[in-house]
């Protein structure tokens, strides 16, 4: 059996977002919060104050370093690596004092507008700020009932005030990395092999990594080597999908099918199976260097063979046990 859990070891470093765009995704959170502070303060200084949660893959350390996409701008093609975190948006009162949905989306969008030269976008689910290099900032937005113990509200444009739980999300998941690193190493291998996917298809496109968070961490089997439990983790979604293609989410509101909306199923149950059968074939070789090209195809080049031995593990064996032989034989 060819063992690639070091080069799986090192891709792990390779999509690990780096400490300099970390560094830049918390300046960029930080003055945006500063912005939507300083502006209520003058703005709205009578309404309910914003407080702020990190929230998402970020506080889950699954972050990954994307793969670099090529973009034409006034026909000046540039290279941006998007990579970005979620900076949830709270506000703590009583419901007589709450605003619309649009309002409150209004507000943190005029409090940004002009912090880059990108216009921010107003989406259903939170205010995105873009930023040149490729980066952006997330803002979902949230009312939470002072002195109860309802679920935040998330203040979404298409389906009004909806309870949603981002930090019962993060805890449920934590929990469980926490008692084994290796969840964590999977859910970024799943989330290179999605960005790989998308890239190379610009027509469908793979599940969120919210979605194969939650699978990950509902299918997940651990090994001493990361190819293994890979293998092991992708056979057991598998095994789970084909029968129900279901992904219930695990916090408020719990047990809500998110991938009931998803078109491409066939698409992706396919992307799967040539994966699983990618893996298996790659655990059976004999030599390693074959192995690794076969984990290559889905993950892309930035799964590196170049430390791969082009070598028949079984004839390795077969030679050594002849030395072993022949020093029996002489002594």
Known sequence: MANC???????????????DRKKKLKTSRTNLRNRVRDDFKTNHKDEI?????????????????????????????????KYDTDDGIYFIGSLEDRKSVQTYHNWI??????????????????????????????????FVEEDNDSCPQLAHKKNGWIDSDPK?????????????????????????????????????????GFVLTIWAANNFSSNDRDDLALKNTLQNMYNSLSSNFEC????APKN?????????????????EK?????????????????????????????SCSTAKDEDEGAKSHSQAAVISSNAKSA
Not at 5 to 19: P, Y
Not at 119 to 142: E, L, M
């Open 275 to 303: 994966f699983l059968d990618s893996a298996k074939q790659a655990i059976n070789e004999t030599n390693q260097k074959n192995a690794c090209f076969k984990w290559q195809k889905h993950l892309g080049s930035r799964f």
């Open 168 to 208: 019962e999300f993060t805890e449920w998941f934590n929990k469980q990395a926490n008692k084994n690193e290796q969840l964590r190493c999977i859910v970024k291998y799943l989330k290179s092999w999605s960005d790989y996917q998308n890239f190379n298809d610009g027509t469908n496109k793979m599940p969120s």
């Open 109 to 142: 969008k005029d409090a940004v507008d002009g912090y880059t030269t990108i216009p921010p976008i107003d989406k259903n689910t939170c205010v995105r700020t873009s930023f040149a290099d490729g980066h952006h900032i997330d803002q979902p937005i949230y």
């Open 49 to 81: 104050q914003p407080k702020f949660t990190s929230q998402g893959s970020s506080e889950m350390k699954t972050t990954i370093n994307p793969i670099v996409r090529t973009v034409d701008e006034d026909g000046d093609k540039k290279s941006i690596t």
């Open 256 to 272: 809500e099918n998110v991938v009931e909306s998803y078109s491409y199923e066939t698409y992706f149950m396919d992307k799967l």
């Open 5 to 19: 859990h070091e080069q799986f070891v090192d891709f792990n470093s390779t999509i690990t977002l780096t400490k």
């Open 248 to 251: 219930l989410r695990p916090s």
